[in-house]
């Protein structure tokens, strides 16, 4: 069905995230690829004036180590990338960049915050040039 699979990766949420895998890998077409972003927030530059270089370049470190990780524990057919800045935009610069022709991701039931700032799957959704599936 899908040549190029962008999945959103939050990797606090491993569950989740095997399940989005599951159901990229069944909407695949033979010799297609999936790829798993995920995207470290930036902090504020305030904040990160004052924390160690080396810190910064641990937490991604460990951030792909962490998606490398479960990448390999889904049989390890899968590409995995890191991205820093706004989750929306790193997720739908990777799926510009790789061509992808979905975008999945998981989201979590909206609260009253999201009514003001927006959740990323709803930004995914508005912007993206291909199409979303959205899970819960």
Partial sequence: MY??????????????????????RALRDAGGAVRLVYV????????????PRETLDTRRRDALADLRALAAAMDGDLEAEVRSGAAAAGILDAA??????????????????DYFIGSTASRVVRHAQCSVLVAR
Avoid at 16 to 23: D, E, N, P, Q, T
Avoid at 96 to 101: L, R
Wanted: proline share 4%; glycine share 4%; no cysteine.
């Fill in 40 to 51: 470290l927030e930036d902090i504020p530059a305030y904040i990160a004036a004052e924390i």
């Fill in 96 to 113: 510009d960049e790789h061509k992808a022709d979905l975008i999945m991701l998981a989201s979590h039931r909206p609260d009253l915050r």
């Fill in 3 to 24: 040549k190029s699979i962008l999945v959103g990766v939050d990797i606090g949420h491993k569950d989740l995230a095997k399940a989005l895998i599951a159901k990229a």
